[in-house]
């Protein structure tokens, strides 16, 4: 099984909307960190937002807040006032703590397009 | 370093050729990890280390797919004999370790491998 959904593989956005990204997940893991990263076509990924299975307030930075819905198993990215520089792939991410590497497992992507 | 870096930024090699590709992590990160993203799709796994050993070699796709760290620091993947399918972006990332699942793992721009 997917341990991590992107449901949306592209999206197109008007500028300044605000758009919401899809993620879910699986695990069984009571402890788990959940990460979006941003990917610009220069192909760097760009750390967005992090939020701890614990956490029992919604992660926000900036213009980017996480939509934790922990029974439900989502953890879906908004970005408010959307700008043209938001243009990029979107990744979920997750990071279990039954894994002793902690590495993260990543989904598919949602491709983003902001159009002026 | 301040971020993570890494060599070369783009590889065209000749099928059958040996490739190395080199990382820098951020100074004080002990784990260090290796993607691959082929062209249009997600991350794969490929290799993790804590300091110089790596207990979780489980991503490599083939023998002809080797790496190692040193110093706690400076990592090589080595592709030996490569093939078309090696055609994608490789990834590097180190985070803290033995800290916990929390702790965000960050990536360096990739070094774009073309297998011609």
């Known amino acids: 099984a997917q341990k991590i959904t992107q449901t949306q593989p592209g999206m197109f956005v008007q500028e300044k909307e605000a758009v919401t990204l899809d993620c879910t997940y699986d695990?069984?893991?009571?402890?788990?960190?959940l990460f979006w990263y941003k990917q610009p076509s220069s192909g760097e990924m760009i750390f967005l937002i992090y939020?701890?299975?614990?956490?029992?307030q919604n992660a926000t930075e900036g213009r980017y807040s996480l939509n934790f819905q922990k029974a439900r198993k989502s953890a879906n990215l908004v970005i408010s006032a959307s700008q043209l520089g938001d243009s990029a792939m979107y990744f979920c991410?997750?990071?279990?703590?039954?894994?002793?590497?902690?590495?993260?497992?990543f989904g598919t992507g949602t491709r983003l397009t902001i159009i002026p | 370093g301040a971020g993570v870096s890494q060599s070369p930024s783009n590889k065209v090699t000749e099928k059958g050729k040996d490739v190395e590709l080199r990382c820098d992590p951020i100074?004080?990160?002990?784990?260090l990890y290796w993607y691959r993203q082929r062209l249009g799709q997600g991350l794969e796994f490929l290799i993790y280390?804590?300091?110089?050993?790596?207990?979780?070699k489980s991503g490599l796709p083939s023998d002809r797919f080797s790496a190692e760290r040193t110093g706690e620091s400076v990592s090589t993947l080595t592709i030996q004999r490569t093939q078309q399918e090696d055609s994608a972006v490789y990834l590097c990332?180190?985070?803290?370790?033995?800290?916990?699942?929390?702790?965000?793992?960050?990536f360096g721009e990739g070094s774009w491998l073309t297998v011609v």
């Open positions: 991410a997750m990071r279990e703590a039954r894994d002793p590497h902690e590495k993260l497992t």
């Open positions: 100074s004080g990160h002990t784990a």
């Open positions: 695990t069984s893991d009571q402890s788990y960190g």
């Open positions: 990332a180190s985070s803290l370790g033995f800290t916990g699942y929390g702790n965000t793992i960050y």
């Open positions: 939020q701890g299975s614990y956490d029992e």
């Open positions: 280390f804590q300091g110089n050993s790596a207990p979780d």
